[in-house]
């Protein structure tokens, strides 16, 4: 009978190990044709004119050039606002909030903020950065608005590599005499960065290829000019390609366009994810 039971058991384990490995080939194939789909229909008009050059023609021809940059600075702009907000909230809820009421109520209130409609936060920005706060629609307004999307990524992320770094760390710490803020700051966060750049990491891939946000906060559809401030309006890649393909009064010259933009914002993605997992492999060892 234990024999049995542990057949079964080894039995039960192979099937949902052969689904698991199952499900994973599913995602990792609808992933290729996507890819596939995507370059195969952008990789003619790729070029280094395409990128670099600027739009002509009401978007019919030129290059993508303002909405690469756009792109860049919206994401650099939400990293630098959400990632010191999202850090030093999961500090004080991890290191100095007493465990009580309170800090369960902010993490409901953390992780129901994570499932909000990007549409809903572009609201939001419209509302509050736009008209209250008077910043118009421009590269100020979008980065804010994005880095309040990713904000509970950072903060969730943040909270559980916090969580992982050893008491006994804290403790050695204290106990040499270190006040609470030196040994978060030279023991805990070196051992918690990787964690914290996962979150960072997630975020990055999120607000690059955020569209609803930006149409109320950020973006324009053309313009001829790059921005020279972070009060000006920029060009983004994920609306540029919403546009190209649903306004666009030239289709046969536009879509084409779309799809190498598309392809772009691909690399673009892929290019910005390297650089953060090659430095949280650095923290990583540094830790070791």
């Known amino acids: 009978m234990k024999e049995t039971n542990i057949g079964y058991?080894?039995?039960?384990?192979?099937?949902?190990?052969?689904?698991?490995?199952?499900?994973l080939c599913v995602v990792l194939l609808i992933l290729a044709v996507i890819i596939y789909f995507i370059v195969k229909r952008g990789i003619g008009v790729i070029s280094w004119e395409f990128i670099t050059a600027m739009p002509q023609n009401g978007m019919?021809?030129?290059?993508i050039w303002p909405a690469l940059l756009g792109t860049f600075y919206l994401v650099i702009g939400a990293i630098i606002f959400s990632t010191p907000l999202g850090v030093f909230a999961a500090i004080y809820m991890t290191e100095y909030a007493k465990k009580g009421r309170l800090v369960s109520i902010i993490r409901i209130g953390v992780n129901n903020l994570a499932g909000v409609p990007s549409v809903v936060f572009g609201l939001f920005g419209l509302g509050i950065f736009v008209k209250f706060l008077g910043f118009g629609v421009s590269l100020l307004s979008g980065s804010l608005t994005?880095?309040?999307?990713?904000?509970?990524?950072?903060?969730?992320?943040s909270e559980e590599a916090l969580i992982t770094v050893p008491?006994?760390?804290?403790?050695?710490?204290?106990?040499?005499?270190?006040?609470n803020w030196q040994t978060v700051k030279n023991v805990v966060l070196p051992n918690a960065m990787p964690g914290i750049l996962t979150g960072v990491?997630?975020?990055?891939?999120r607000v690059a290829g955020e569209t609803a946000p930006i149409i109320f906060t950020a973006a324009t559809f053309f313009t001829m000019r790059l921005p020279s401030?972070?009060?000006d309006e920029v060009m983004a890649l994920p609306y540029n390609i919403y546009?190209?393909?649903?306004?666009?009064t030239f289709p046969a010259k536009q879509v084409p366009i779309a799809y190498g933009t598309a392809f772009v914002l691909l690399v673009l993605v892929l290019l910005i994810n390297l650089v953060a997992v090659g430095l949280r492999l650095k923290f990583s060892q540094n830790k070791r």
């Open 229 to 231: 401030s972070v009060f």
């Open 146 to 157: 994005l880095a309040i999307v990713i904000l509970p990524t950072i903060i969730r992320a």
């Open 167 to 179: 008491d006994e760390y804290r403790n050695a710490s204290l106990a040499l005499g270190a006040t």
């Open 243 to 248: 546009a190209l393909v649903t306004a666009g």
């Open 60 to 63: 019919t021809e030129g290059g």
């Open 201 to 205: 990491i997630l975020g990055i891939g």
């Open 9 to 23: 058991r080894h039995l039960k384990q192979k099937i949902i190990f052969s689904l698991l490995g199952i499900t």
